[in-house]
């Protein structure tokens, strides 16, 4: 995909993750504030053993996590995610697609029905305070007799119209790369770049998914250099896709390379859990800790 080093190092009109117009609501993202340099370790609520909404979010902030990852099956239920979070004191800073219903690369009648659907789950992540939507583009191999630049241009296109809608809100689409066994078309940080510099909105940014990357990228710490500027959210799972801290990936240096890059947004869970859930998650949370230092 074509792309330059200088358009990955200026995505023009971007905010401050942690200024004014990011602020949570109610005061549960009361902690996040300007100037505030570190990253926000998060677990998606659907990795959290209980029974209720109410008892996973408990579970992830007893764990130790700082933060929860919520997915778009959220968007119909606002006032118990609300509640819930409230409860246990945790911020809901991204959501996450909860199948491949909102992928955006369709035909031009499904597309724009997932876009208006998407507008709607930008309206839900205002009222919950979520900063970051995730967004991947299409899965799958490339369909017979289909250009991927077409496909592309289609993606750009949905984002164009969900850009302005998605500033209003305040919370920033994310491009996610997937890795190549699981899509053909977006697979590294500078794609969804290349793809978000198109928009160039600050509505529009990247997610950084080191399983992902571990598959694709040459070297994790460098392609979050490049990329840095555009990066809004980070999903975390170790090289097997358990939960860090079960396998050999050196979360040490992803946290400095995001120190590096000046990034103090959130780093979510993304994995599969080995072990008893909340074992798991207790002593994933610690590895990341320390990571993060």
């Given at each position: 995909m ?8 200026r ?6 993750l ?7 609501n109610d005061?549960?993202?009361?902690g996040?504030v300007e100037?505030?340099?570190?990253v926000?370790l998060?677990a ?8 209720s909404v109410a008892?996973r ?10 933060a929860?990852e ?6 119909d ?25 909102l ?8 597309q724009r029905?997932?876009v208006e659907r998407t507008r ?10 979520v900063?970051t ?5 299409v ?7 289909v250009a991927?630049?077409d496909?592309i241009?289609?993606?750009v296109?949905?984002l164009e119209?969900?850009?302005p809608h998605a500033e ?7 491009v996610e790369p997937?890795?190549?066994y699981e899509?053909?078309?977006?697979n590294t940080l500078a ?11 600050p509505?529009?940014r990247?997610l950084?998914d080191?399983?992902h ?5 040459d070297?994790?710490?460098a392609s ?8 809004a ?9 358990a939960?860090?801290?079960a396998g ?5 240096a992803v946290f400095a390379?995001?120190r590096g890059?000046g990034?103090?947004g959130s780093?979510a869970l993304?994995?599969?859990l ?7 998650l207790r002593?994933?949370?610690a ?7």
């Amino acid at each position: 995909m074509a792309g330059t080093k200088e358009a990955l190092a200026r995505p023009g009109g971007i905010p401050h993750l942690f200024s004014s117009r990011w602020s949570g609501n109610d005061g549960v993202c009361a902690g996040l504030v300007e100037g505030v340099r570190f990253v926000k370790l998060a677990a998606q609520i659907r990795l959290a053993p209980g029974a209720s909404v109410a008892e996973r979010a408990a579970a992830l902030a007893e764990a130790g996590f700082e933060a929860a990852e919520l997915h778009t099956d959220a968007a119909d239920r606002v006032a118990e995610y609300r509640q819930a979070l409230r409860g246990a004191g945790l911020p809901a800073l991204s959501m996450c697609p909860a199948g491949s219903d909102l992928d955006l690369v369709a035909d031009e009648y499904s597309q724009r029905r997932r876009v208006e659907r998407t507008r709607s789950i930008l309206d839900a992540c205002q009222e919950l305070g979520v900063r970051t939507l995730i967004s991947v583009p299409v899965r799958g191999p490339l369909p017979a007799g289909v250009a991927p630049e077409d496909e592309i241009d289609s993606y750009v296109r949905a984002l164009e119209l969900l850009a302005p809608h998605a500033e209003a809100s305040g919370a920033s689409i994310a491009v996610e790369p997937l890795n190549r066994y699981e899509t053909h078309l977006v697979n590294t940080l500078a794609d969804a770049a290349a793809i978000a510099a198109r928009v160039q909105s600050p509505g529009v940014r990247i997610l950084a998914d080191v399983f992902h990357m571990n598959i694709e990228e040459d070297d994790l710490g460098a392609s979050i250099r490049a990329a840095g500027a555009w990066i809004a959210h980070v999903h975390l799972a170790d090289n097997q896709r358990a939960q860090p801290g079960a396998g050999t990936l050196d979360f040490g240096a992803v946290f400095a390379a995001l120190r590096g890059v000046g990034y103090a947004g959130s780093a979510a869970l993304e994995c599969r859990l080995r072990g008893e859930p909340a074992a798991a998650l207790r002593r994933s949370a610690a590895h990341l800790r320390a990571a993060r230092g």
